[in-house]
DNA sequence: CCTTTCGAGTTCCGTGAAGAGACTCTGGCA
DNA sequence: TGCCAGAGTCTCTTCACGGAACTCGAAAGG
């Protein structure tokens, strides 16, 4: 949690950046989504703190993107995507497009992806939901939308 | 900067966050996008500590994200987007689909983007870089590749 | 020529969050 | 009855954020 509060800001930058803008949220988001789902499982991988680990799986259930799944009828959870969830990890691709592209170096990428509707190995585009063509930071004006601050 | 050094990961997410991750670096991205380009204006609109402002913006401009200009013959500046920078403004598009879509409620998204190429208010779309068709976290699958953790 | 102003930082201090690791609690199971 | 494993809690230290005051260099103004 940062000292500022970025829920509150009218952003919709801030406002995601409230849900996972803090150490670690994406990399726990990255693990459930390749099928890490227990605590220790996560723990182990990441390395991270077992306290802090706590407190981010708690935000993130709070707010609606792990759920957290009991098994074995004991006092055991797994953690899984939401819908809200899986629509996050849309984020995190293109950030492995960035970091694929400017930081892998001559070693390449460290994943791939596999397109499950053509089997080809590839990466994400942006493209307009209006009429398809390719769209990034450059080809877009900002405008007010109605939920600007006043 | 994290206590724990992500961008020794074999991960692009890792990476990608060694360079975005700290607090309100995505959101100095931002304001350097829509044209807020100098240090007093980046602290005033951001209500961010003067010191924190410094060091974000020398970590941005060391990692060829931004890029400082002096202007006026004088010792001062403006920050303006690389290339590198520009692809990362990508992620924050991506972002504020996101947001809007789960954050944003009845008041509706804070801000609009026109396409240049269709002139209509749209959001970008994910699509396969292979064949073109939509693609999201759920349509893939995760191989290792050639830069994988040995 | 001396002083003011302005942009762009730099310095200093207090608080709170990250990191490490030990401890606890619950419910099987040998 | 004792042990084990998963899933946390507790405690302590260190570092980074936030806020405010201070500095520096180059015009500009009288």
Redesign the pocket.
Known sequence: ????DFGAMACSIARTLDVIG???SPLILRDVWVGMT????L?ADL?????????R??HLVEHGVLE?RP?????????HLTDKGAELVDVLMVMVRWGDTWLAGKAGPPVLYRHHACGEVSRVDLHCSGCGEPMHAGDVDVLAGPGAAA
Chains 1, 2 share one sequence.
């Open positions: 949690m940062q000292r500022t803090e150490p670690w227990r605590f220790e499982q723990q390395g991270i703190s077992r306290k802090v680990l706590t407190e799986l708690n957290r098994y074995d009828n004991r006092p055991r959870h797994e953690y």
